[in-house]
């Protein structure tokens, strides 16, 4: 069974960073994607960034001009920063992956989220 582990959530000041982290555990043979959503109380999820198992990024409107991602193949890890965080980042923030087993299976896996407050 293949697993998301997220850390580095928590409290940060306005105008500060965040370093998000999302390490996949299990039968996987190759990481297709990896994605970062987030979500406020009575909204939908929302697209922050994703990275392709090559490594290329796809920006959501919440990340673009302020933040980096990379994908680790070697120990399925995503790594999320953003910079300049504000008020409105405040938020619950999912890990997703689109994992190729080794049964050659595709499956979609969801983390349990970690919460993320932007506050001084």
């Known amino acids: 069974q293949v697993q998301l582990a997220e850390s580095g959530g928590g409290l940060v000041q306005p105008g500060g960073s965040l370093t998000l982290s999302c390490e996949a555990s299990?039968?996987?043979?190759?990481?297709?994607?990896m994605t970062w959503y987030r979500q406020t109380p009575g909204n939908q999820r929302e697209l922050v960034a994703s990275v392709e198992g090559d490594g290329r990024p796809t920006w959501g409107p919440p990340a673009k001009g302020r933040s980096h991602i990379s994908l680790d193949s070697a120990d399925n890890t995503m790594v999320l920063r953003m910079d300049n965080l504000k008020p409105d980042d405040t938020a619950v923030y999912y890990c997703?992956?689109?994992?190729?087993?080794?049964?050659?299976?595709?499956?979609?896996?969801w983390g349990l989220g970690t919460q993320v407050t932007i506050s001084s």
């Open positions: 997703n992956a689109d994992v190729e087993l080794t049964t050659r299976t595709t499956i979609t896996v």
């Open positions: 299990g039968p996987i043979a190759t990481i297709l994607k």
